[in-house]
């Protein structure tokens, strides 16, 4: 590790620097609220289909359940994924990857770096893979999977997707206990930048947000989807991408109901079920946009 | 001989599915070798993260070249089937010879190199290999457990040429990702395999693997006077996590040694692969952990050491914020939730599971002897803790925690006890709950959980048995055997169910050196009472050993034989035999007598070893009576008579078991 560890700032910058100089297209974040950086168009949709893509982003994802006021040190509403999705997978990418660890001062000389078995799977956008928790001295760093199926359909050419949860990444290389404690850059913390968004964020959405006009939300964003994709574009193409805005619209007004405490036991899977079909559509639309699956 | 060597580099292979994989590389190798008759003089599979790898010794360079004699058409046949048989033997007419007025042709196949058959079998081993879970990836349909990076094939010294979906076969593989050179080296024989691996870190038996962690981690453990708290399955999965595997011990912060010992170890398990550390002559843990990593690390595990105690604190600190928050709920209040989980689709929630245990702890603390107030409260909190933050975290604490609560709570130590040991016995080498409380609130979980089951119709078939019902009856038929309680099971079982318990019981006798025969003799006679039946069993295994019980078992299937032959002919004569036959008919008639009285006596008091002794005394009469005396008599009255007292005879043993059951 260098003497003085990476910023948060200077972590997401090596992680571009590096990322980019592999040939990816450096992403801003998604600007619709996901719970993961998976769901982010720029992996789901694009990891269908026939054509190659190569990306990284940092993608803020929203859990509203873990929300916790802002004061417990490592449990956040809001936390930083830093994702990359190589399609096909090159024959490298672990290589690649254990060099962008190096890159941000992880030495696998002097760190423990070991993968271990653990397969991904999202149910609400139908999504499975193959793959490991990478562990550094005995943390998970990274979830590393090669997508087998997103939306129900097969992956084919697979992609290879990293996910890096910043945070905790930080809090490793900064050694500091308590993620508001983190240096943001050498000006200001984590803290400063985001600490209030976690207290009102999580007021809100653990005690304030209106359940019922959530429920009305979601149930116009469900009806939305198919109108969307039954619509059709300059060109004759269906309205794919906009209508794949509504399934994440969706998905977020469900996690805020499951936040408040609205969504009962017996209700949940029906829910999950209701947004795995919506995400099923537009997979099925974007493949055929695409011109099939190889 | 040569030699074959393969090696099936890939990404990292779960820990868990290693050992199996050597075993199917093996035998998928083993069948297609022997399929075409090359016989290896040994053949070795070796499983780790990142590799799988075979070798051959003492295989031939070729198969032995094959004779087939065919035979073909009749001599004189029209030359059309001549023909025939010449095009499909690849002969001419002149090679064909003649023998009994028919053509034969004689076909030399030369033997096939081996070098060709390794290619088809290393394809089919590639394609068909039998991962319980595989993948594909980059632009590539082949499945494997991992990406796969390369095969090495090399017999013989020389690489054994082919090409499976784009992998081209070759003699180079690679050492350790980080303490390698980092440069792939050629091998032309196991030895050089073996020795550059050794060089560039990677140790290739899983075993070795195995010795070098435990020799590492009691090393660390001695020189501090601690000991490893030893663990198979982890020693197993962090021996598959590492091709050069190290341990390192680390500090962990000692306030977190209130937390019960259970949770530690736990966790450090579950969440980090970690061994615990304990104190030799305590038995208590120490503040200390071993982590086994990949590497030898250039700064001698400093890193390591703390960026893993950094880890285990954080879990530590969840574990501990579990402890504290399932304290502030008692556990009775926390029955309401159970009412929310679902037990089993057809059979209710958590909570009505709970009220058919606490009511049958009830009834079965009569048989067991145990307190059945303390029965009943046990049984009633007993799935408490299924709604505690640390068993959500880890089930496998479930039970423990529950009875760590309790006693926080103040409960009575047999329901603490109870709470705990409710789930034993786990396994054949798991103990059965000590005390009475205990064991009736166990007998009371695995009862209500066979009977419900079969109550829908969810009974074990073949190797299917997804609720584990048949260690649930094995686990019944421990506690009864330890406790010795006189449970009649028909009262709280099916007849189904006391089919499954027979069909349990002669398992366990089996693997006990009993006879399954003896079983089914003593079962027909309808007992439930597990005891009971076992001290039979026992009984009659030690009477059937002498030469009294070999030779009245004989007697035995000859008077049934008699007598099912008789009832052929018409219904066999009822009543008792007269008391004033003559000779050894009177002599057998009043031995039976004597030889009732006294089974009576003995069944009364359950003494089954007097029981039989009781039946030795019949010997010496039935074989003087079949030595002596011809049944089937001119005289109807006297076939009639030694029927009646065949068939008494055959009645009294049958009190003891049914002897027709019995083989041999």
């Known amino acids: 590790m260098p003497d003085k560890p990476l910023s948060f700032?200077?972590?997401?910058?090596?992680?571009?620097?590096?990322?980019?100089?592999?040939?990816?297209?450096?992403?801003?974040?998604?600007?619709?609220?996901?719970?993961?950086?998976?769901?982010?168009?720029?992996?789901?949709?694009?990891?269908?289909?026939?054509?190659?893509?190569?990306?990284?982003?940092?993608?803020?994802?929203?859990?509203?359940?873990?929300?916790?006021?802002?004061?417990?040190?490592?449990?956040?509403?809001?936390?930083?994924?830093?994702?990359?999705?190589?399609?096909?997978?090159?024959?490298?990418?672990?290589?690649?990857?254990?060099?962008?660890?190096e890159a941000i001062g992880i030495d696998p000389r002097v760190h423990d770096i070991r993968f271990v078995e653990d397969d991904w799977e999202n149910p609400t956008v139908g999504a499975w893979g193959l793959g490991w928790e990478v562990w550094c001295d005995g943390m998970e760093i990274t979830q590393y999977t090669y997508f087998q199926q997103v939306g129900g359909l097969d992956v084919f050419p697979v992609a290879g997707e990293l996910t890096i949860g910043l945070e905790r990444l930080s809090l490793y290389l900064q050694n500091v206990d308590s993620v508001y404690d983190l240096r943001y850059n050498d000006e200001f913390t984590y803290g400063e930048v985001f600490l209030a968004n976690e207290q009102q964020f999580s007021a809100f959405e653990l005690e304030v947000a209106d359940v019922d006009v959530f429920k009305r939300h979601f149930e116009d964003m469900e009806r939305q989807v198919p109108i969307i994709l039954?619509?059709?574009?300059?060109?004759?193409?269906?309205?794919?991408?906009?209508?794949?805005?509504?399934?994440?619209?969706?998905?977020?007004?469900?996690?805020?109901?499951?936040?408040?405490?609205?969504?009962?036991?017996?209700?949940?899977?029906?829910?999950?079920?209701?947004?795995?079909?919506?995400?099923?559509?537009?997979?099925?639309?974007?493949?055929a946009q695409q011109g099939g699956n190889a | 001989m040569p030699q074959l060597l393969l090696e099936l580099f890939s990404e990292e292979i779960p820990a868990r599915m290693q050992a199996q994989a050597a075993r199917d590389l093996e035998r998928m190798a083993r069948e297609k070798l022997a399929a075409e008759g090359l016989l290896p003089g040994a053949l070795t599979a070796f499983a780790g993260p990142r590799r799988l790898t075979l070798v051959?010794?003492?295989?031939?360079?070729?198969?032995?070249?094959?004779?087939?004699?065919?035979?073909?058409?009749?001599?004189?046949?029209?030359?059309?089937?001549?023909?025939?048989?010449?095009?499909?033997?690849?002969?001419?007419?002149?090679?064909?010879?003649?023998?009994?007025?028919?053509?034969?042709?004689h076909i030399h196949k030369a033997g096939r190199p081996t070098a060709d058959i390794v290619g088809e079998m290393v394809d089919a081993i590639v394609r068909n290999f039998p991962w319980p879970k595989s993948m594909v990836s980059g632009v590539s349909k082949l499945r494997w457990v991992r990406p796969l990076q390369r095969i090495l094939c090399v017999f013989d010294g020389e690489v054994v040429p082919f090409t499976i979906d784009g992998h081209v076969s070759g003699d180079l593989t690679e050492g350790h990702r980080f303490?390698?050179?980092?440069?792939?080296?050629?091998?032309?024989?196991?030895?050089?395999?073996?020795?550059?691996?050794a060089r560039n870190f990677v140790v290739l038996d899983p075993h070795e693997r195995r010795e070098r962690i435990m020799d590492a981690?009691?090393?660390?453990?001695?020189?501090?006077?601690?000991?490893?708290?030893?663990?198979?399955?982890?020693?197993?999965?962090?021996?598959?996590?590492?091709?050069?595997?190290?341990?390192?011990?680390?500090?962990?912060d000692p306030a977190f040694l209130d937390l019960p010992p259970e949770v530690i170890r736990t966790s450090m398990r579950v969440h980090q692969r970690f061994f615990a550390v304990r104190d030799p002559t305590t038995g208590f843990l120490v503040p200390h952990f071993i982590t086994v990593a990949n590497i030898e690390a250039t700064d001698g595990g400093k890193t390591i050491a703390t960026g893993n105690a950094r880890?285990?604190?954080?879990?530590?600190?969840?574990?501990?914020?579990?402890?504290?928050?399932?304290?502030?709920?008692?556990?009775?209040?926390?029955?309401?939730?159970?009412?929310?989980?679902?037990?089993?689709?057809?059979?209710?929630?958590?909570?009505?599971?709970?009220?058919?245990?606490?009511?049958?702890?009830?009834e079965l603390a009569a048989f067991t002897g145990a307190d059945r107030a303390k029965a009943e409260q046990a049984a009633r909190l007993c799935k408490a803790d299924l709604g505690t933050g640390m068993v959500g975290e880890f089930p496998e604490l479930q039970g423990v925690m529950g009875a760590y609560y309790a006693d926080k709570e103040g409960f009575d130590p047999e329901i603490v006890d109870a709470i705990r040991s409710h789930y034993r016995p786990q396994g054949p080498s798991d103990e059965v709950p000590a005390l009475a409380v205990g064991a009736t609130v166990a007998l009371a979980d695995?009862?209500?959980?066979?009977?419900?089951?079969?109550?829908?119709?969810?009974?074990?078939?073949?190797?299917?048995?997804?609720?584990?019902?048949?260690?649930?009856a094995l686990g019944v038929i421990r506690i009864l055997q330890q406790t010795r309680a006189r449970l009649p099971l028909k009262q709280f079982a099916s007849d189904d169910l006391i089919a499954f318990f027979a069909d349990r019981l002669k398992v366990i006798l089996r693997d006990q050196g009993q006879r399954h025969d003896l079983v089914d003799a003593v079962f027909a006679l309808g007992d439930d009472d597990i005891v009971r039946i076992v001290a039979k069993v026992s009984a009659l295994a030690d009477f059937l050993g002498t030469e009294d019980g070999a030779n009245l078992l004989a007697g035995y299937k000859r008077a049934v034989n008699i007598l099912k032959a008789e009832e052929k002919k018409g219904a066999l004569p009822v009543g008792d035999p007269i008391a004033s036959a003559p000779g050894e008919e009177g002599a057998l008639t009043a031995a039976v007598g004597r030889m009732e009285a006294a089974l009576d006596k003995a069944l009364d008091k359950e003494d089954y070893a007097a029981a039989m002794t009781a039946l030795a005394a019949l010997r010496a009469p039935v074989d003087a009576f079949f030595d002596k005396v011809l049944v089937n008599s001119d005289v109807p009255a006297e076939r009639d008579n030694r029927l009646r007292l065949l068939a008494k005879v055959r009645d009294a043993m049958g009190r003891v078991a049914d002897f027709g059951q019995v083989t041999g």
């Open chain 1, 9 to 101: 700032q200077d972590l997401i910058l090596k992680l571009h620097d590096y990322w980019s100089r592999q040939g990816c297209v450096i992403l801003q974040a998604y600007d619709v609220e996901v719970g993961a950086g998976t769901l982010n168009p720029a992996t789901v949709l694009r990891a269908l289909g026939p054509r190659p893509w190569k990306v990284a982003y940092v993608q803020p994802s929203r859990r509203p359940a873990d929300g916790r006021y802002g004061e417990n040190p490592n449990r956040l509403r809001q936390h930083h994924q830093y994702q990359v999705v190589l399609k096909p997978n090159p024959a490298n990418l672990q290589e690649l990857y254990l060099g962008s660890l």
């Open chain 1, 230 to 287: 039954g619509s059709r574009g300059r060109k004759g193409e269906q309205l794919v991408l906009p209508a794949y805005d509504h399934v994440l619209k969706a998905s977020h007004l469900f996690n805020i109901m499951d936040a408040r405490g609205a969504i009962a036991v017996a209700e949940r899977q029906s829910y999950i079920g209701r947004i795995r079909d919506l995400c099923k559509q537009c997979a099925e639309v974007y493949v």
């Open chain 2, 56 to 105: 051959a010794e003492g295989l031939a360079a070729a198969q032995a070249e094959r004779h087939e004699e065919r035979k073909g058409p009749r001599v004189g046949s029209p030359d059309q089937a001549i023909e025939g048989f010449l095009r499909s033997t690849g002969l001419t007419r002149d090679q064909l010879t003649e023998r009994d007025g028919l053509y034969f042709a």
């Open chain 2, 179 to 197: 303490m390698g050179t980092g440069q792939a080296f050629r091998v032309r024989n196991f030895d050089d395999y073996a020795d550059g691996l």
């Open chain 2, 217 to 252: 981690a009691r090393t660390l453990c001695f020189a501090r006077n601690f000991e490893l708290v030893e663990d198979d399955g982890l020693l197993d999965e962090v021996a598959g996590l590492a091709e050069w595997p190290t341990p390192v011990m680390g500090d962990m």
């Open chain 2, 311 to 362: 880890v285990l604190s954080a879990r530590l600190s969840d574990a501990r914020f579990f402890w504290t928050e399932d304290q502030r709920v008692r556990l009775e209040d926390r029955l309401e939730k159970l009412k929310g989980v679902t037990f089993h689709a057809r059979l209710g929630t958590m909570y009505q599971r709970v009220e058919r245990i606490t009511k049958l702890a009830g």
């Open chain 2, 446 to 472: 695995k009862l209500d959980t066979l009977v419900s089951f079969f109550a829908i119709d969810e009974k074990p078939t073949g190797s299917r048995d997804p609720f584990a019902l048949r260690r649930a």
